[in-house]
């Protein structure tokens, strides 16, 4: 018999830190000509763990101003926290609330201030301009933002996305032409709709989205909240 003896060879061991975790969710922003529109599921997810059924992704942190963020759930938090305090500071040294464009400019900037280490969110801003038309603010998670015209974010925008190219943008549609505008021509209430379907429809393919969506529909008298039940398995 030949004997076994044991390896003299030291193999490395890999030790690993994350600190982030994806928590899931989806959120939907759409600007219109006097009114936006953003949306979010109310599921909180860790793997196939359902951590809460009833955990909306949006935080209003203006009377006509509200943000929509997914992604590492505690960088949510934080995130909104930390952006209360400043906007509460801004109204101290001006002496008046800031506008949505002057919070789309503030966000930015908070999360290009932790570019090294970011907050693992992914952020839509929704409200009404100084002028009164709606306006919506997507971002990466350093910072980089844009105005668009409707946007989605979280773990079904890969699916939502191109719903929204098709109903809202009428791209490859052939009578599609270049929208130089920054507002969709429908009314909130067909938004309000089409908000609706998407969400029933990605709930059908994405386990991280599901229970149930809250919509928030913004105008010049403030922010409206309707809520839509979704499937919960």
């Known amino acids: 018999m030949f004997e076994t003896r044991p390896s003299s060879v030291q193999h490395p061991t890999e030790h690993r830190f994350n600190p982030y975790e994806m928590n899931g969710g989806t959120i939907v922003g759409v600007a219109g000509e006097d009114f936006a529109v953003v949306a979010s599921d109310t599921r909180l ?17 203006l009377p006509k101003t509200v943000m929509g963020s997914v992604g590492f759930h ?19 040294e001006n002496n008046k609330k800031a506008s949505t464009p002057a919070v ?81 021509k429908m009314s909130k209430e067909e938004v309000v709709a089409l908000v609706k379907d998407i969400y029933t429809s990605a709930t059908e393919r994405d386990i991280y989205t ?18 839509f039940k979704l499937r919960r398995d």
């Open 74 to 92: 505690g960088d949510c938090i934080t995130f909104n926290k930390t952006l209360q305090i400043r906007l509460r500071m801004y109204e101290y």
């Open 45 to 61: 997810s860790e793997g196939y763990s359902i951590l809460s059924r009833d955990n909306p992704h949006l935080y209003q942190v």
């Open 104 to 184: 789309a400019q503030l966000v930015s900037t908070m999360l290009y201030s932790r570019r090294f280490f970011p907050y693992y969110v992914n952020t839509i801003i929704a409200g009404l301009t100084n002028d009164g038309q709606g306006c919506v603010y997507s971002y990466d998670p350093v910072g980089s933002y844009e105005r668009e015209v409707y946007r989605a974010g979280g773990s079904s925008a890969a699916l939502i996305q191109p719903l929204l190219d098709s109903q809202l943008g009428q791209k490859n549609q052939g009578s599609f032409e270049l929208n130089r505008s920054y507002t969709v």
């Open 210 to 227: 599901g229970d149930a969506v809250f919509i928030n529909v913004i105008t010049k008298d403030g922010v409206v909240t309707e809520h």
